[in-house]
Nanobody, 121 residues
Framework: QVQVVESGGGLVQAGGSLRLSCAASGSIFSGNAMGWYRQAPGKQRELVARITRGGYTDYADSVKGRFSISRDNAKNTVYLQMNSLKPEDTAVYYC???????????????WGQGTQVTVSS
């Protein structure tokens, strides 16, 4: 079964921290680079952090130095540690393979439910 389950979001004040977790099925996780994406209201979904199977990481300029992505290959799990959060980080956060897993059944990329992150000023 193809599945991702994101968790760990919530409401936090500016300057605070959150740690997101993502449990993914093997079909999405195994052998693939994984990424954390976010979508703010009225904006397109964007990739903010990615990690290869070997642990190489890359970040969007907007989160560089504040966010840290990691993965546990034995548990098919990806994490996103978010520090020094800003109101502009408010969004629904999703994890997926990079590029996103394509569902042949639905003929579209597969996305989980995501987890809401809200940063108050």
């Amino acid at each position: 079964q193809v599945q991702v389950v994101e968790s760990g979001g919530g409401l936090v004040q500016a300057g605070g921290s959150l740690r997101l977790s993502c449990a993914a099925s093997g079909s999405i996780f195994s052998g693939n680079a994984m990424g954390w994406y976010r979508q703010a209201p009225g904006k397109q979904r964007e990739l903010v952090a990615r990690i290869t199977r070997g642990g190489y990481t890359d970040y969007a300029d907007s989160v560089k130095g504040r966010f840290s992505i990691s993965r546990d290959n034995a548990k098919n799990t990806v994490y996103l540690q978010m520090n020094s959060l800003k109101p502009e980080d408010t969004a629904v956060y999703y994890c997926n393979a990079d590029p996103p897993y394509y569902s042949v059944v639905h003929r579209s990329p597969y996305w989980g439910q995501g987890t809401q992150v809200t940063v108050s000023s």
